[in-house]
């Protein structure tokens, strides 16, 4: 699923580093799953958790329905329908939760209906292009465990391997605050019961060693235009 932050260009990259030294029946756990652009290209064991319970909402509606073919099944009014329930803290279906992001402006949580052209001047159908993403994504999601809570609530098994893609810290805003000293210390905690964590971030604690970086145009920056350097940590105490 398109969402703000997506780590799918990367994936190739950081990746087979992070299940180098995976072992038969070891769990991958992604407790910021976000688009589920990356967990969806890894096999076995599989968890992924976020603390925006939409974001597991739509994932599950991509996994086990189908999603709205074109503008036609779903259109910018019913759009604007379902942003004003889901900010009034209405109760939503998946199909609202998964179009509240994937028809948004930047595939951020209700960032308005998305808007553009295609090369040839037309009018952009983001309802078709996410539905043929969908379709593509939904075998590869059928056994991950999904779950809605914040990566500090999350029952993870015993000596997992741990991918973290929590919200920059000076960058686009997510839906909730976000604690960066908590999460770096969590991390370290993690580590110190037995998991292998890794952490996607800009920067980190002087405590953490960088073991990937590449520079990647992100629109996560507040500068839309400046590249940031992609980098990937782990605890080194």
């Known amino acids: 699923m398109k969402y703000m932050g ?19 029946d070891q769990w991958y756990v992604e407790p910021f799953v976000g688009g589920a652009n990356m967990i969806d290209k890894v096999d076995g064991n599989r968890i992924g958790a976020d603390s925006n319970t939409a974001v597991i909402d739509a994932l599950q ?5 189908s999603t709205p073919k074109n503008n036609s099944e779903y259109s910018e009014l019913d759009y604007m329908r379902d942003a004003k329930l889901a900010r009034s803290n209405c ?3 998946g199909l609202s939760s998964y179009a509240l992001i994937a028809f948004s402006f930047g595939a951020k949580w209700i960032g308005g209906w998305s808007r553009g052209k295609n090369s040839k001047g037309d ?14 994504q939904k075998p590869l ?13 999350l029952d993870i098994p015993p000596q997992s391997i741990i991918y973290c893609d929590p919200p920059y810290a000076g960058t686009t805003k997510y839906k909730d605050d976000f604690n960066h000293d908590e999460f770096w210390q969590w991390c370290r905690d993690k580590v110190a019961e037995g998991h292998q964590v890794f952490i996607s971030e800009y920067n980190a604690p002087d405590d953490f060693e960088c073991i990937w970086s590449k520079e990647i145009q ?9 590249k940031g350097v992609e980098k990937l940590f782990i605890y080194k105490p």
Do not use: M
């Open 61 to 65: 509606f991509i996994r086990d329905c």
């Open 6 to 24: 997506s780590k799918a260009r990367i994936a190739k990259y950081i990746l087979p580093i992070i299940l180098k030294d995976r072992k038969d």
């Open 141 to 153: 999601l059928q056994s991950v465990n999904f779950i809605g809570c914040g990566y500090s609530d």
């Open 218 to 226: 992100s629109g996560l920056n507040t500068n839309s235009t400046k």
């Open 91 to 93: 109760s939503i279906s």
């Open 123 to 136: 009018q952009r159908d983001y309802v078709t292009e996410q539905h043929k993403a969908s379709e593509k």
